[in-house]
Every structure is written in structure tokens, then in C-alpha cells.
């Protein structure tokens, strides 16, 4: 038997044992999601949905794609040109059952796309939230500009190192955005190695991005899990 589903604006058709990779959900390897858009499974064609049909799958890991470069031109009167990559950030699934009903009794989070909100839920809970919302204190400037220091630049990490352990540093230049200038930076802030970087938060990645002077970028390029990538290859 086979199920048509839907997920991050695609179809796939899947058969239990499949392995698939769809658009970046917010799970963690390991973990059991489930989708309902089921467009058809087995003999039942929806209308356009499958009433109580579902497909389960098991998060192997959060991976990227393949890189893709977009070329611009612009001939005349600038004549700019610009190349861009991109790497696109998915999960690996395997699915592991097509249910054919029953699929609000399982107990299975459904699967959700990665930063995503339900635009009903936002709608629903904002007259809430600001009538609830107690009327703030007038806070004296210098008050209020130290608290904005402090959520510029983050948590220092806890793991931060003088020197590379035993003497030799690991290859940052494996994660993507890192070059030799930027894996300098990273040495001379204390980050010698992969197993650093995986164990950091948002409060350690607002401050390396502060002292990296590169915004955003560690988030952007997912140092962390690229990290926790490489860590597990040299174990």
C-alpha cells in the first residue's frame, strides 16, 4: 500500500521503509512525527484531504542539500553581476506507518515545518496577550541601555579554550562560511574544535556573532549542526 501526502508545499508518495528528505521540520533525530495531509492512501481518494488518514515517520537527522549557485547579470548602464550559493535545509525521514484512519487517536505530534506559526493561532492569541499584558515601568535610560548591551552580545560559552587540545585544532574550515580568516577569529575567541560549537545556545551564538562581527551568520549556515556533523565523524 502507498499514501500521497503533503509537506512544505510538496507531494510525496512514500510506502512504509521508504527514506525521504522534505523541507526542514521542528524535530530532533530520533523522534516519531506525523503528517496529515494525506491526498490519497491505498484505494481512498480525498476530497481534497483523507478524513483520519496519516503517514508516521522517524527523524533520522537535519541535513542540507545540495549547494546551488544563482547568476545575475545586469548589462546595461550598471553592467553588475552578482553569484549567490545556497544550501537548502532539510530533515531525513524514514517512514515507519500509513494509517488508513485513526490518525487523532495516535498521540503523535504532527510534523511542523521549522519556524512556522499558525496564522490562526497568531490571529487568536494577540487580543489576548495585549490586554493581559501589565503596563510596564518607565525604566531610567542608562537602565535601559545596559539591557540592551546585554542582549547584543549574548552568554559568554563556558567552554572556551586558551589553546587546541593537545596542540593540534580541528579543521573549521569544514563548515560552511568558515575560511581561514573567519577559523582565525574562532582561535583567537578560544574555539579550537567541533565539540564547542555543537554545545552552543542562543545566548553563545549572539555573542560569538558579536565578537565575530558577522551577524547572524552562525545561525544562517547552522554552525551547529554542521559541528555536531563533524564531531561525530572523528569519534
Given at each position: 500500500?502507498?499514501?500521497?501526502?503533503?509537506?512544505?508545499?510538496?507531494?510525496?508518495?512514500?510506502?512504509?521503509?521508504?527514506?525521504?528528505?522534505?523541507?526542514?521540520?521542528?524535530?530532533?533525530?530520533?523522534?516519531?512525527?506525523?503528517?496529515?495531509?494525506?491526498?490519497?492512501?491505498?484505494?481512498?481518494?480525498?476530497?481534497?484531504?483523507?478524513?483520519?488518514?496519516?503517514?508516521?515517520a522517524e527523524v533520522i537527522d537535519q541535513i542540507k542539500g545540495e549547494k546551488t549557485i544563482n547568476f545575475v547579470k545586469r548589462r546595461r548602464k550598471h553592467s553588475s553581476k552578482r553569484t549567490k550559493?545556497?544550501?537548502?535545509?532539510?530533515?531525513?525521514?524514514?517512514?515507519?506507518?500509513?494509517?488508513?484512519?485513526?490518525?487523532?487517536?495516535?498521540?503523535?505530534?504532527?510534523?511542523?515545518?521549522?519556524?512556522?506559526?499558525?496564522?490562526?493561532?497568531?490571529?487568536?492569541?494577540?487580543?489576548?496577550?495585549?490586554?493581559?499584558?501589565?503596563?510596564?515601568?518607565?525604566?531610567?535610560?542608562?537602565?535601559?541601555?545596559?539591557?540592551?548591551?546585554?542582549?547584543?552580545?549574548?552568554?559568554?560559552?563556558?567552554?572556551?579554550?586558551?589553546?587546541?587540545?593537545?596542540?593540534?585544532?580541528?579543521?573549521?574550515?569544514?563548515?560552511?562560511?568558515?575560511?581561514?580568516?573567519?577559523?582565525?577569529?574562532?582561535?583567537?575567541?578560544?574555539?579550537?574544535?567541533?565539540?564547542?560549537?555543537?554545545?552552543?545556545?542562543?545566548?553563545?551564538?549572539?555573542?560569538?556573532?558579536?565578537?565575530?562581527?558577522?551577524?547572524?551568520?552562525?545561525?544562517?549556515?547552522?554552525?551547529?549542526?554542521?559541528?555536531?556533523?563533524?564531531?561525530?565523524?572523528?569519534?
Amino acid at each position: 500500500m502507498f499514501a500521497v501526502m503533503k509537506t512544505g508545499g510538496k507531494q510525496y508518495k512514500v510506502t512504509s521503509g521508504d527514506v525521504l528528505r522534505v523541507e526542514k521540520l521542528a524535530a530532533d533525530a530520533g523522534e516519531t512525527v506525523q503528517f496529515n495531509e494525506i491526498l490519497m492512501i491505498g484505494a481512498n481518494v480525498g476530497a481534497p484531504l483523507v478524513d483520519g488518514a496519516a503517514v508516521q515517520a522517524e527523524v533520522i537527522d537535519q541535513i542540507k542539500g545540495e549547494k546551488t549557485i544563482n547568476f545575475v547579470k545586469r548589462r546595461r548602464k550598471h553592467s553588475s553581476k552578482r553569484t549567490k550559493g545556497h544550501r537548502q535545509q532539510l530533515t531525513l525521514l524514514r517512514v515507519t506507518e500509513l494509517l488508513e484512519k485513526g490518525a487523532d487517536k495516535t498521540g503523535v505530534k504532527a510534523a511542523i515545518g521549522a519556524g512556522s506559526v499558525s496564522g490562526a493561532a497568531v490571529a487568536a492569541a494577540a487580543p489576548a496577550a495585549k490586554k493581559a499584558a501589565p503596563k510596564k515601568a518607565a525604566a531610567p535610560k542608562a537602565a535601559k541601555a545596559e539591557a540592551k548591551a546585554d542582549a547584543a552580545t549574548g552568554s559568554k560559552p563556558s567552554n572556551l579554550l586558551t589553546e587546541a587540545r593537545g596542540g593540534k585544532a580541528d579543521d573549521l574550515k569544514k563548515i560552511s562560511g568558515v575560511g581561514p580568516k573567519l577559523e582565525g577569529l574562532l582561535h583567537e575567541n578560544g574555539v579550537f574544535h567541533f565539540d564547542q560549537i555543537l554545545g552552543w545556545g542562543a545566548e553563545e551564538i549572539a555573542y560569538m556573532d558579536d565578537k565575530l562581527s558577522f551577524k547572524g551568520r552562525i545561525e544562517r549556515d547552522d554552525w551547529v549542526a554542521q559541528a555536531t556533523q563533524f564531531a561525530a565523524e572523528q569519534e
